[in-house]
């Protein structure tokens, strides 16, 4: 069982709709949560980070994180054509140079 | 700031051959991480450094070989190419922080072909 599982996809959906992406991991010592967006051909870049579980919300994104469940997810609300784009999720230990495990990356495509 | 920076953007070479990426950096960052991305298998830690003069192994470290003689470049360096390299190689920074997270900055990648 690989550390961290995200359903690599493609998900289409149409504009306006809104979005759940979603992660498993099966390590316990993580702490901290991230999605990444990465555009075609480009670096990945930081979305949202959320440290230990709950929820933040930052304009129509908006991150949970499940410790007891081992399960995080992202949220787009009012998705948008420029909002597609592969999706990473990834954790870490601490902050610092604690290292990243990422999950494969969701594919996501929204039409006009 | 131009940021991270990564040289070349692309490159092919044949099996056998030996090249260096170059990744360079002008926010004084202490943390570099070098990663690989495939298909299907997401973003994978080849080597890292936690400051000049200082690297450590990360997830697929095998074939590959890196310095960081100055604080701002690190260089990962193929010997020997095979096929099996053939990916997306990023480079990311990060800067040292009290406790506080911060993210990896990315630069934008380097392709790769070995025949």
């Known amino acids: 069982q690989k550390e961290v599982e995200q359903d690599p996809g493609p998900l289409s959906v149409p504009e306006g709709a809104i979005v759940s992406l979603n992660c498993t991991y099966s390590n316990s010592a993580f702490q901290y949560f991230m999605w990444y967006r990465q555009y075609s051909r480009k670096g990945p870049e930081l979305l949202m980070y959320t440290y230990s579980s709950g929820n933040k919300e930052d304009g129509r994104f908006t991150a949970q994180v499940d410790k007891s469940s081992k399960y995080i997810s992202l949220f787009i609300r009012d998705s948008q054509p420029s909002d597609s784009a592969t999706y990473l999720c990834a954790m870490s230990r601490g902050s610092g140079y604690s290292t990243l495990t990422f999950g494969k990356g969701t594919m996501l495509l929204v039409s006009p | 700031n131009a940021g991270v920076t990564q040289t070349p953007k692309f490159r092919v070479l044949k099996t056998g051959q030996s090249m260096t990426l170059l990744c360079a950096q002008d926010m004084n960052h202490e943390y570099m991480y070098w990663y690989r991305q495939d298909p299907g298998m997401g973003l994978r830690l080849i080597h890292y450094?936690?400051?000049?003069?200082?690297?450590a192994k990360g997830e697929v470290p095998d074939g590959y070989n890196v310095s960081r003689l100055k604080k701002q470049n690190f260089l990962l360096g193929l010997e020997s190419a095979a096929p099996s390299q053939t990916s997306v190689y990023f480079c990311?920074?990060?800067?040292?922080?009290?406790?506080?997270?911060?993210?990896?900055?990315f630069g934008p990648g380097t392709r790769l072909l070995v025949l």
């Open positions: 990311a920074s990060t800067p040292r922080t009290s406790g506080r997270w911060e993210t990896q900055y």
């Open positions: 450094s936690v400051g000049e003069g200082t690297t």
